[in-house]
DNA sequence: CTGAACTTTCAGAAATTTCTGAAGTAATAA
DNA sequence: TTATTACTTCAGAAATTTCTGAAAGTTCAG
């Protein structure tokens, strides 16, 4: 593997972008050469690669294991560990939002509804609580729909992805052949 | 407007959540006492009730005009600025997702964009060229469903929701109905 | 058991981000 | 015009995050 201008500039914004997505830029780096390099890497590579410290790769690597996003392997012979990237892109979506609900949507969620069930003490509060019911059903509504839509086969996702705002197409369509039926009824 | 213990968990937790929306702690706890007063804030009162300097606030407040996520107002016969969040919660969930985009995919898209174009000097970079497409289409995926998504009535996008796997159903619904012809193509 | 090859850990260093408060600007009333 | 009240800016301080590299841990062949 070799850092040519293409795959460094691919790399670096992987790292910016990669801290917007919960990991910061060293394990987006990593995780960019990963998914670019078809032979699998050593922890000594990435680092000579990315000109970071063995121990940084080491943590690096430990946190993306934590997303299940590497893969490890073994070469006949060697006794040290080569990395790679793990499943299709889809899968690595799938488990990036998976990841990301785990650790902030379900904790916030939690929170909001301890706040729901206690009492409001003055008429503040009681707007507060108001907001906060407001808030915490958007945030279930889409959560429980992201999960739902991840569990769709991934030709289904496609379509319903390429119908883009057809879906109300489709939808009054379906509220018109079904009658009186409520669609809401339908899942 | 008071400190509750109620009011601050929603705030301190708001504050950790919100910085991975993109914008800082306190950006984010500023956002949250707005969001849950009634009554609009002055500049100083937020200072106080978060513990914050005034500089502190003011910048925070900046950064809220650029998501477009605040109104001003004024009280007759006063000469300061009183600050309150906009719009419903609907509303700012589709700004947050709307300014993200413009800030994380955007640049994104193009930098792919732009790799994909470049000839490939080497086999390493030929099937980097191709994850990189990969990764491009689904981004561009997403982003185009999604915005298509936003551009939907809110009770649509309610309904969408609430179906949840449903949608499943319906696409296959759909699918079965119009026979040969190509949900895709409904767009 | 020993030593070589490799990985992990973690205390402190370095880099980055965020925050403060004083100085500057603006608007208004007297 | 001057005094007053409020808002903004920004250099440097403080806090936080990330990174390094040495030490400790692990595995395995001989």
Not at 21 to 41: C, D, H, M
Request: aromatic share 8%.
């Amino acid at each position: 593997m070799q850092m040519t201008p293409m795959i460094e500039s691919f790399v670096y914004h992987f790292g910016e972008m990669g801290s917007r997505w919960g990991f910061n830029r060293t394990v987006g780096q990593i995780y960019a050469l990963l998914v670019i390099s078809e032979q699998p890497l050593c922890a000594n590579e990435i680092g000579e690669l990315l000109g970071i410290s063995r121990g940084n790769v080491s943590m690096g690597l430990k946190e993306l294991g934590s997303w299940q996003l590497v893969q490890v392997s073994h070469k006949p012979g060697e006794r040290r560990e080569f990395y790679h990237s793990r499943g299709s892109i889809w899968d690595m979506a799938n488990r990036v939002f998976e990841e990301r609900r785990k650790r902030e949507m379900d904790p916030t969620l939690s929170l909001l509804r301890d706040i729901m069930m206690d009492e409001a003490a003055n008429p503040e509060e009681a707007f507060a609580q108001k907001r906060i019911a407001e808030i915490h059903d958007l945030l279930e509504n889409i959560t429980e729909w992201t999960q739902s839509l991840q569990s769709l086969s991934p030709e289904k996702l496609n379509t319903l992805m390429k119908l883009g705002s057809g879906v109300g197409k489709v939808l009054e369509f379906t509220d018109k052949f079904l009658g009186k039926k409520d669609p809401a009824k339908q899942a």
